[in-house]
């Protein structure tokens, strides 16, 4: 996708297109919306590039059927029951989305991602239900154990990184006695 902001402006194009208290609205009403809640200014010819590939852009699949409506002065869903929100997602999207599922999964317990725990279980369950709609069973589960050892420092590790601090760590290997300190300059984890 050529620009980050795309997929907000087409939903919130479909958004606008849906209006049904203020139907076939202009392109400058388009804009209009899109600017507003977006907050930021967006080109007339952005607009009419992203209803252009809402429309004829295979690798979205919208194949949204919009047209001007030249009787209405306005742009209109030929299909009143049009929403690029009511298009199934594919078997290649769930699958996508489980393995990111199982993936988040893993380090639940990061500060990170527990802002976003609420969500992610929000998208876990619909996915499973799209599955369990379509009569598939689970394909794909990833391994993964209880806890990662040594996760509850990644907090701390973050931080140094950004205060650029060093570290001293203690490590003892699981075959010897001797415990071994390491001074470290932390700028990455991997």
Do not use: W
């Amino acid at each position: 996708m050529k620009n980050k902001y795309a997929v907000t402006r087409y939903r919130l194009i479909d958004n606008r297109m849906t209006i049904k208290q203020k139907p076939a609205p202009s392109l400058q009403d388009i804009v209009d919306y899109v600017c507003e809640k977006m907050g930021t200014t967006v080109s007339v010819s952005s607009i009419q590039k992203d209803i252009y590939a809402m429309r004829f852009d295979e690798g979205l699949g919208f194949f949204a059927p919009i047209e001007y409506d030249k009787y209405k002065k306005g742009y209109v869903y030929t299909d009143p029951d049009y929403s690029i929100n009511n298009i199934p997602v594919s078997e290649e999207d769930l699958q996508g989305l489980e393995m990111a599922i199982g993936i988040l999964e893993q380090f639940k317990d990061l500060p990170a991602i527990k802002l976003f725990e609420d969500a992610i279980s929000k998208i876990a369950s619909s996915v499973k239900q799209s599955r369990e709609h379509k009569g598939d069973s689970k394909i794909l589960l990833l391994d993964r154990p209880k806890r990662y050892k040594g996760i509850e420092f990644l907090t701390e590790m973050v931080e140094a990184i950004r205060q650029k601090k060093v570290m001293r760590i203690y490590y003892q290997p699981f075959n010897k006695t001797e415990v071994k300190k390491h001074t470290v300059h932390p700028y990455f984890i991997k």
